[in-house]
Nanobody, 125 residues
Framework: QVQLVESGGGLVQAGGSLRLSCAAS????????MGWFRQTLGKERVFVAA????????VYADSVKGRFTISRDNTKNTIDLQMNSLKAEDTAVYYC??????????????????WGQGTQVTVSS
C-alpha cells in the first residue's frame, strides 16, 4: 500500500514556474515507477511524465518535453515535477501516481495502482 500526497500547486502567470512535490508513505517507494498526470474538467487524465524506479529513466509527453522535469528522491520518498515556461493550456489538476510495474505502459493511467488527491495548477495568460 502506498499513500501519495501532492503539494505545490497554485496560480502563476504564463511563462512562470512551479514545482510540484508528491510525498509517498511506505517502505517500498523505490520499487514503483512514478508518474504525473493532469486532468481538466470533463476530460480524461492525461499523461505528463514518468520516472523509473531509480529515476534513471524519465519520459515525457510531447506537450511538456523541454519545459517540465520529473525527479525523484528515494531516500525521502518524494517525486517532484519542475514546471517551467508554463502556458495557459497547462492549467489542470495534477496527480502523482505509482505503478508497481515500473514504466510498463507508463502513459496509461490504468497501470497505476495508487493516486494522490491532486493539486490544482492555474496558469493565467
Amino acid at each position: 500500500q502506498v499513500q501519495l500526497v501532492e503539494s505545490g500547486g497554485g496560480l502563476v502567470q504564463a511563462g512562470g514556474s512551479l514545482r510540484l512535490s508528491c510525498a509517498a508513505s511506505g517502505r517500498t517507494f523505490g520499487s514503483y515507477g512514478m508518474g504525473w498526470f493532469r486532468q481538466t474538467l470533463g476530460k480524461e487524465r492525461v499523461f505528463v511524465a514518468a520516472a523509473s524506479e531509480t529515476g534513471s529513466v524519465t519520459v515525457y509527453a510531447d506537450s511538456v518535453k523541454g519545459r517540465f522535469t520529473i525527479s525523484r528522491d528515494n531516500t525521502k520518498n518524494t517525486i517532484d515535477l519542475q514546471m517551467n515556461s508554463l502556458k495557459a493550456e497547462d492549467t489542470a489538476v495534477y496527480y502523482c501516481a505509482a505503478n508497481p510495474r515500473g514504466l510498463y505502459f507508463y502513459s496509461v493511467s490504468d497501470n497505476y495502482d495508487y493516486w494522490g488527491q491532486g493539486t490544482q495548477v492555474t496558469v493565467s495568460s
